[in-house]
């Protein structure tokens, strides 16, 4: 029987450093935190983990056991049908919060698996629910990425259920660039970290519309894509095919 891998711990010190001074600790848990605090939640962070591209996460039917901060890399979550199809569920970049799915039933409904070389610090979650009792800062941060991420979910329903080929696209990709400028990137070019075909199970889309609707934005002038990297050329053009669906 495989033995479990023991998780690496950190010099608590070069921890603290990390996470206190994180460019990423305003899009994530410890966001508006003042030092007191901040000194509290750093003592949460015990390891941290760096996955290989294409390692779980975690996998569904897990118990929740911590939630994880993307320190660096890509993500995707999925749901695995039981005809074997995947449904890809969810990107996910530096600074997002992973394992709030599990928070309700106690076990996680997904597969979460890095994309590319990735590094996570892990929040033992009994830890983090004991601190956000004492802490109502912490619980109101706690509470709003929850939120956040409803109101993501809820915007994927309307984009799945409303929108054209074209516009299923376009808002993936403004979406992507605003979350890229968020992280101190590139506004306009960026990398994607998935292919095409996760990109249509995650709008529900087929390969091949996907692949023509990136033909269509560049014969357009719209975007310019080389393989996986982007950059868009045309910003008023690429919102005008949202803005076309509400005129």
Same mark, same amino acid.
């Not at 979460?112 to 033992?124: F, G, H, N, R």
């Not at 080929?165 to 979350?179: C, D, I, V």
């Given at each position: 029987?495989?033995?479990?891998?023991?998780?690496?711990?950190?010099?608590?010190?070069?921890?603290?450093?990390?996470?206190?001074?994180?460019?990423?600790?305003? !899009?994530?848990?410890?966001?508006?935190?003042?030092?007191?605090?901040?000194?509290?939640?750093?003592?949460?962070?015990?390891?941290?983990?760096? !996955?290989? *591209?294409?390692?779980?996460?975690? *996998?569904?039917?897990?118990?929740?056991?911590?939630?994880?901060?993307?320190?660096? #890399?890509?993500?995707?979550?999925?749901?695995?049908?039981?005809?074997?199809?995947?449904?890809?569920?969810?990107?996910?970049?530096?600074?997002?919060?992973?394992?709030?799915?599990?928070?309700?039933?106690?076990?996680?409904?997904?597969?979460?698996?890095?994309?590319?070389?990735?590094?996570?610090?892990?929040?033992?979650?009994?830890?983090?629910?004991?601190?956000?009792?004492?802490?109502?800062?912490?619980?109101?941060?706690?509470?709003?990425?929850?939120?956040?991420?409803?109101?993501?979910?809820?915007?994927?329903?309307?984009?799945?259920?409303?929108?054209?080929?074209?516009?299923?696209?376009?808002?993936?990709?403004?979406?992507?660039?605003?979350?890229?400028?968020?992280? #101190?990137?590139?506004?306009?070019?960026?990398?994607?970290?998935?292919?095409?075909?996760?990109?249509?199970?995650?709008?529900?889309?087929?390969?091949?519309?996907?692949? *023509?609707?990136?033909?269509?934005? /560049?014969?357009?002038?719209?975007?310019?894509?080389? /393989?996986?990297?982007?950059?868009?050329?045309?910003?008023?053009? !690429?919102?005008?095919?949202?803005? !076309?669906?509400?005129?």
């Amino acid at each position: 029987m495989k033995s479990k891998r023991a998780p690496r711990l950190i010099d608590i010190n070069s921890l603290r450093v990390a996470c206190s001074s994180c460019s990423l600790r305003e !899009l994530c848990l410890p966001a508006g935190l003042d030092p007191g605090e901040m000194e509290r939640v750093d003592r949460l962070v015990t390891s941290r983990r760096k !996955l290989r *591209r294409g390692e779980d996460l975690y *996998r569904a039917g897990e118990p929740l056991a911590a939630l994880f901060a993307i320190r660096s #890399g890509f993500m995707k979550s999925c749901v695995l049908h039981d005809d074997g199809r995947e449904q890809v569920a969810g990107f996910h970049m530096a600074g997002d919060l992973l394992g709030l799915d599990a928070i309700g039933s106690g076990t996680h409904t997904c597969d979460t698996v890095a994309l590319e070389d990735s590094e996570v610090c892990e929040i033992p979650f009994p830890y983090l629910e004991q601190l956000s009792r004492e802490l109502p800062s912490l619980q109101q941060q706690l509470h709003r990425i929850m939120s956040r991420e409803i109101v993501r979910d809820y915007g994927v329903m309307l984009l799945l259920g409303s929108m054209s080929a074209e516009e299923r696209l376009a808002a993936f990709l403004l979406n992507l660039s605003q979350r890229f400028a968020a992280r #101190g990137y590139s506004l306009s070019e960026f990398r994607l970290r998935m292919t095409r075909e996760e990109i249509g199970s995650y709008l529900g889309l087929k390969l091949e519309t996907v692949s *023509r609707a990136f033909s269509g934005f /560049q014969d357009r002038g719209l975007i310019d894509v080389r /393989q996986k990297q982007v950059r868009i050329l045309d910003f008023p053009g !690429l919102k005008a095919v949202l803005d !076309l669906k509400s005129a």
